[in-house]
């Protein structure tokens, strides 16, 4: 699969604006829409985990392997670093119990024993929770016919969150996958089967549709007007398809910084809360001015997560990098 630059923009995208909304949380300002970029992160997962299947077809097994691979290791170590900050008092307001410790380290919905929420001890890592279903399902559709996994996974998703919206319930793994978010995912592997077919807009179709959906963004942040998945779902599903336009249309140009932070987007959703929290403790505790306070705090959240993915990332996914398969092995999965 060649790099899709426009979609690598998205990702970089994405991951500054949940640093933006985490920043101005911390500051007390309002960029509430910035929670939006896991939206975009959802629509884009099912895109390229579609994609990716289509062009290198794999077993349930190895596609598992795969993700677990590229997921794993760094989310647990950033939730190791949590919990040793909770243990020696780092985190005063974070109270760790086993059980929960557990359930965060594999993507268990449970309540925090901190807040009641239904976050694990890395808060942010709650979008893996509903990553993690998807790439369960994901693996379970690749046993059925090329043509029935769309439908089939479509037809399953939709069904949960009408079961979510007529029955009602408190435990948190029935709260969290009969929500309307996951059909985000499917929205994604849609797209993904039309980008496939070569069926996607024209270049002005493409840039209404992007105008269509920064526009929502903007209003809602700047009329500061309620919003949930209902409605960043359908504008990140037409800010996706609208950069897919320009893409196919040779519209997209390959840009060093924006693609490097989309190749660094994981790192920078996982490792920028730390980076902002010393960043607002030392700026409040050097009387800094709050915009000034909030711009530190942005710039540290995302350089500590490129600095992650270099120096962490990267090193973890070679050492956990699937070896080569033998010649046997090769032709056993060609068949």
Not at 115 to 139: K, R
Request: aromatic share 12%; proline share 6%; net charge positive.
């Amino acid at each position: 699969m060649k790099t899709l630059y426009g979609i690598q923009y998205l990702r970089a995208l994405a991951a500054i604006a949940v640093v933006l909304f985490h920043a101005a949380e911390r500051t007390d300002y309002a960029f509430a829409i910035g929670a939006a970029g896991v939206d975009v992160f959802f629509v884009i997962s099912g895109f390229i985990m579609w994609v990716i299947s289509e062009n290198r077809p794999a077993s349930p097994a190895r596609f598992l392997s795969d993700r677990l691979r590229r997921i794993v290791p760094v989310y647990w170590l950033a939730t190791a670093v949590m919990v040793l900050g909770g243990i020696v008092g780092l985190f005063p307001n974070l109270i760790l119990s086993l059980q929960h410790v557990l359930a965060s380290l594999f993507f268990v919905p449970m309540r925090s024993p901190s807040n009641g929420e239904i976050w694990p001890v890395l808060v942010q890592g709650w979008t893996l929770n509903f990553e993690m279903f998807f790439y369960a399902a994901f693996a379970a559709a690749l046993f059925l016919p090329r043509n029935l996994r769309l439908p089939m996974l479509g037809a399953l998703f939709a069904a949960l969150v009408i079961l979510g919206a007529t029955i009602s319930s408190d435990n948190p793994l029935f709260l969290t996958y009969t929500r309307p978010i996951i059909l985000e995912f499917v929205a994604g592997m849609a797209l993904g089967a039309l980008w496939l077919k070569g069926f996607v807009p024209k270049v002005r179709i493409g840039g209404f549709l992007l105008a269509l959906s920064l526009g929502g963004f903007a209003t809602i942040a700047l009329l500061r007007l309620p919003f949930d998945e209902r409605i960043c779902g359908p504008l990140a599903v037409t800010l996706v398809l609208g950069t897919l336009s320009l893409e196919a249309n040779s519209m997209v140009r390959h840009a060093s910084i924006p693609a490097f932070l989309g190749n660094a987007s994981y790192s920078i959703y996982l490792w920028h809360t730390f980076a902002i929290s010393v960043a607002v403790k030392l700026g409040m505790g050097l009387h800094m001015p709050v915009p000034l306070v909030f711009a530190v705090a942005v710039m540290a959240g995302v350089v500590a997560g490129s600095l992650a993915y270099l120096f962490v990332e990267k090193p973890l996914i070679r050492v956990f990098q699937r070896r080569p398969a033998s010649p046997r092995m090769r032709l056993r999965e060609a068949r």
